[in-house]
């Protein structure tokens, strides 16, 4: 295999789970990687957070190092990988790398998603590259084909299961029956959920992906902040159950819209029921995928493994060919491009379907009630299912699409009303 030019130098910082494998590809694939790159890439230094322990990695050990900083700051580099994770010391380190003349891989969507423009102005500056595939849905090519490939169309919706560890609770629930305590403790016992798995099944997590998702599909700049978040922990057994009825199921769901009539988008999280025959339904276990909508394209759908070790050092090292080439070239290669500041549109303005279901007394005038209840505030019903159970009923309705505050006024008033002995499960409903 042909290999010119001298070694480029690659830094990394922290090793653990997908650091040891990016490693792993780094030291065992390193003849392919050379060749593909067009010289090699040797690896300079590696930081950890504590030094003198036992690792998993096959490296001459004075390459690791405790100060991240000073390796960062040493001018040599060529390219730097931040997989610690975090806010801070990543921030610090991605900067002072970049100011140093490196290009840099992260996978830290966290960051990016608090302050990625302070990180990609750096980038401009010191005209590097800064990539992070790695940090949307692990080892699918996403971000890259939105950024590229679609960089000539107009990408009007992106929908996607972005988080493996509610993925595989929900699906849980939904083949076994297992209530959410359960499903999440298995999770936890597979090693998918965190022992503090907040990130997971609060929403943080898939919000910050659906903020740099929002960003590059629609060249603008969206921050964690920007996007509604709902978690996944108030999703029952009985939910589940009632998407099943309605020939659905329920998953945890990130949403970017463009609403081209008032050049604004919408970035949202929550659990939401999809129709059986969506391309999302199947999406089973801890698996990840991402649901494009553009208007020559049409529809896409990107489909693997959104976590681990291996499945992320796939998007780490995919990204470091990538910014290796350019540094060979001597230019930086495409970067963010957010042309145009869209406003983002609170959640009571996204355009959504409710399914509601509502334990009622069983007597003359109360559906007719209800109806009121959703008519007064301007919401269309799509269905209405009806339960005898004794002197009461449980009522099924699936709504038309309506503004998410006209729906939730509307349970509001469901809630509020005498006849209406409890609002036992709500839900949205996406997807058609
Ligand atoms: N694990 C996954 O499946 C996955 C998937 C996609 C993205 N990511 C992202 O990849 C990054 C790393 O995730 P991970 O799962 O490998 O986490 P991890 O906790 O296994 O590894 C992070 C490592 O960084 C080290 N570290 C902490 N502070 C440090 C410092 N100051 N200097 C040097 N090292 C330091 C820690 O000791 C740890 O070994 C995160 O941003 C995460 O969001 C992970
Ligand atoms: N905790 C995340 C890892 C990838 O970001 C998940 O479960 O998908
Ligand atoms: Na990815």
């Given amino acids: 295999m042909s290999q010119t030019g001298k070694p480029l130098k690659v830094a990394l910082l922290g090793c653990g789970v997908v650091g040891t494998e990016v490693v792993r590809i780094l030291t065992t694939r390193a003849d392919d990687l050379a060749a593909r790159v067009g010289a090699p890439l040797e690896i300079a230094g590696i930081a950890v957070r504590r030094g003198g322990r036992e690792r998993d990695i096959a490296v001459d050990p004075s390459l690791i190092t405790t100060d991240a900083q000073a390796l960062v700051s040493r001018g040599d580099l060529d390219l730097v990988i931040e997989v ?3 806010l801070e010391p ?7 790398a970049l100011e140093h003349g490196a290009s840099v891989v992260t996978a830290n969507k966290a960051l990016l998603a608090e302050d990625g423009p302070t990180l990609f102005a750096a980038a401009e500056k010191y005209e590097r590259d800064l990539y992070f595939e790695a940090a949307v849905a692990g080892a699918i090519p996403i971000l890259r084909p939105l950024r590229e490939s679609l960089a000539g169309d107009d990408v ?36 998918y959920a965190e022992a503090d798995p907040t990130a997971d099944i609060e929403g943080f997590d898939a919000a910050a992906k659906a903020a740099l998702l929002a960003s590059l599909a629609f060249h603008t700049r969206v921050s964690i902040a920007d996007v509604h978040r709902e978690g996944i922990t108030e999703v ?6 009632s998407a099943r009825e309605m020939g659905c199921v329920v998953k945890s769901l990130a949403i970017c819209e463009l609403d081209e009539a008032t050049d604004s988008v919408s970035a949202r999280v929550y659990p939401a029921m999809i129709p059986l025959n969506h391309p999302l339904a199947s999406v089973r276990d801890a698996y990840n995928a991402v649901f494009v909508e553009s ?6 759908m990107f489909y693997g493994r959104g976590a681990g070790g ?11 060919v990538s910014a290796a080439r350019n540094r060979l070239k001597g230019v930086p290669g495409v970067g963010e491009s957010s042309y145009t500041q869209r406003a983002v549109r609170p959640m009571g303005d996204a355009m959504t379907r409710y ?6 007394a069983d007597k003359a005038g109360v559906l007719a009630a209800v109806a009121h209840a959703f008519s007064e505030h301007d919401v269309s ?9 004794g002197g009461d009923a449980q009522l099924v309705v699936v709504t038309h699409t309506a503004t998410d505050a006209a729906l939730s006024a509307t349970v509001e008033t469901l809630r509020d009303m005498d006849i209406v002995r409890e609002v036992s499960s709500v839900m949205r409903v996406e997807g058609d």
């Fill in 156 to 191: 009007t919706r992106v929908m996607g299961i972005v988080n493996g560890t509610t993925n595989y609770i929900l699906d849980k629930m939904d083949s076994t029956g297992a209530g959410f305590d359960e499903a999440l403790a298995e999770a936890q016992a597979l090693g």
């Fill in 310 to 320: 291996a499945p992320t050092a796939s998007a780490v090292l995919g990204d470091l």
């Fill in 355 to 360: 399914h509601v279901s509502l334990d009622v």
């Fill in 90 to 96: 990543a921030r610090g380190l991605i900067l002072t």
């Fill in 295 to 300: 208007k020559a394209a049409g529809q896409l």
């Fill in 236 to 241: 029952s057994a009985t939910d589940i159950a």
């Fill in 381 to 389: 019903i799509q269905t209405v299912r009806q339960e005898g159970r």
């Fill in 84 to 86: 610690i994770g975090g």
